[in-house]
C-alpha cells in the first residue's frame, strides 16, 4: 500500500549528523523552537511528473532542513486491484525499478545555490545507508532556505542562480535512505524557524498535467 510505504520511508529517513563527514556544505544547525502558530511556505513542485510526500510531524527531527519536512517520491502506473499509483514496476528491489529512480529534480525557488554536497555511493532499496545524504540547500529571494537531500548528479553549484522549476539534478538513493526519494526541509533564514512546505498548484498544472484522481 503506498502510504505505509511512504510512512517507513518518513520515519527512516534522516539521522542525527555527522559533523566529520558533511564537509564543505557544513552541518545542519538546530532548528528555533515553534511555541505558536506553524509558518508556511510554498514551493515549486520538486519533480516534473506525479508525486507523493509524506511529512515529519512537529517535533520529529530537531534540525534545521529536517524539522517540519517532508519526504517525496515520484509514483506512476496503476495497481490494478487497488486502483492507486504504485512506487515501483514490479517488486521494489532495484533502484531502476523505481518511478522517481534518477528522475529530473526541479529548482524549488528562485535565489541562489548555497552549497551541495555528492554522494558517490548508491544504497540498495531496503537497506539504509550512512549519513549525510547528497545535499543541495537553497536561499530563496525572500529568505527561506530550502533543503534537498538524497539527491545526485547536480548541475547547479554554489553561487549559482536558479529559477523555480529548473533542473537542478537527479534522484538518487544515497545516505539515511532506503528507496529513491528526495527530501526536502525549510526555515527562514533570518531566525532559523522550520517552515512547514506546500506545493504550488498552479506550478505543478504547468510543468505537468494532470492525471485525474
Not at 515529519?56 to 490494478?80: E, K, N, Q, R, S
Not at 486502483?83 to 525557488?109: I, M, Q, S
Not at 547528497?134 to 530550502?146: A, E, M
Amino acid at each position: 500500500m503506498l502510504l505505509p510505504l511512504l510512512l517507513l520511508q518518513a520515519a527512516a529517513a534522516h539521522a542525527v549528523p555527522d559533523s566529520t563527514k558533511v564537509g564543505p556544505l557544513g552541518p545542519p544547525p538546530k532548528a528555533a523552537a515553534v511555541t505558536g502558530a506553524i509558518g508556511q511556505v510554498t514551493l515549486s513542485p520538486v519533480f516534473d511528473r506525479p508525486f507523493a510526500c509524506t511529512e515529519h510531524p512537529f517535533g520529529a527531527l530537531a534540525y534545521a532542513g529536517d524539522a517540519l519536512g517532508t519526504d517525496c517520491l515520484v509514483i506512476g502506473g496503476i495497481d490494478g486491484p487497488s486502483g492507486f499509483p504504485k512506487l515501483y514496476r514490479t517488486d521494489g528491489k532495484t533502484n531502476a525499478d523505481w518511478y522517481g529512480w534518477h528522475a529530473d529534480v526541479l529548482a524549488p525557488v528562485n535565489g541562489i545555490v548555497l552549497g551541495t554536497l555528492q554522494r558517490p555511493d548508491t544504497n540498495t532499496p531496503g537497506t539504509m545507508g550512512t549519513p549525510p545524504a547528497g545535499t543541495i540547500r537553497f536561499l530563496s529571494d525572500d529568505g527561506v532556505v530550502v533543503v534537498y537531500g538524497h539527491a545526485t548528479d547536480f548541475t547547479v553549484k554554489p553561487g549559482d542562480r536558479v529559477t523555480a522549476g529548473e533542473r537542478i539534478g537527479r534522484v538518487g538513493n544515497n545516505g539515511v535512505a532506503r528507496a529513491p526519494h528526495i527530501h526536502i526541509g525549510a526555515y527562514r533564514a533570518k531566525d532559523l524557524a522550520p517552515l512547514q512546505i506546500r506545493w504550488d498548484l498552479r506550478a505543478e498544472a504547468r510543468i505537468f498535467p494532470a492525471t485525474g484522481g
